[in-house]
């Protein structure tokens, strides 16, 4: 079993930073994928950014040059910083872990933009 615990979530103003993260734990070994995804209210969740284990990243057109995606293998924590908030970026956002092909989410951590 892989258990992931994220925290960082709060609210924030618009043009405010917020850092999350992301920490994994358990049956761990073979990690590939690591990303964050959002759900906002109402909606369908939506990829946001992951990254590999070799590093290379996938970003949404709407935070690119906003946020960050990075991980650090030795913690297995996966990280996400978000410069320039917007009201749209409100949201629930999810960790998700690909170990061996199986995807574990973590609990989701609440992002309130407030313009």
Known sequence: QVQ???SGGGLVQAGGSLRLSCAASGSIYGISAMGWYRQPSGKARELVTTIT???STTTADSVKGRFTI???N???TVYLQMNSLKAEDTAVYYCRVVVWGTSYWG???QVTVSS
């Open 107 to 109: 609990q989701g951590t």
């Open 70 to 72: 990075s991980r650090d």
């Open 74 to 76: 030795a913690k297995n």
């Open 4 to 6: 992931l615990v994220e």
């Open 53 to 55: 284990s070799g590093g």
